[in-house]
Nanobody
Framework: QVHLVESGGGLVQAGGSLRLSCAASGYTFSAHAMHWFRQAPGKEREFVAAISKSGPPTYYADSVKGRFGISRDNAKNTVDLQMNSLKPEDTAVYYC????????????????WGKGTLVTVSS
């Protein structure tokens, strides 16, 4: 059974940092590109960042480029999202997602999803 479990969310002041982690099990982690999406209240789920099966290349939404960094450890079946210089508009539930083989930026293309972790950035 596939499990993606996010952790690391919480409340942080604007300008601060958080590191999210996603632990994966139940499928071949190294055969899947890994992604982070987010969904703010009243908004659609949006792509944040992605990393290919074995590491770089990585891709980022323009809104987080230069502030967020995605990384993965295929030995531990984990993918992390380092978030720096956080802004109130980064407030959302952050989801980890996996897609076989290749990166995609559409949420409908993902094969597996976690349940999300809430990030709240106060001004």
């Amino acid at each position: 059974q596939v499990h993606l479990v996010e952790s690391g969310g919480g409340l942080v002041q604007a300008g601060g940092s958080l590191r999210l982690s996603c632990a994966a099990s139940g499928y071949t982690f190294s055969a899947h590109a890994m992604h982070w999406f987010r969904q703010a209240p009243g908004k659609e789920r949006e792509f944040v960042a992605a990393i290919s099966k074995s590491g770089p290349p990585t891709y980022y939404a323009d809104s987080v480029k230069g502030r967020f960094g995605i990384s993965r450890d295929n030995a531990k079946n984990t993918v992390d999202l380092q978030m720096n210089s956080l802004k109130p508009e980064d407030t959302a539930v952050y989801y980890c997602a996996a897609k076989a083989h290749y990166i995609a930026t559409r949420s409908a293309a993902m094969d597996y999803w976690g349940k999300g972790t809430l990030v709240t950035v106060s001004s």
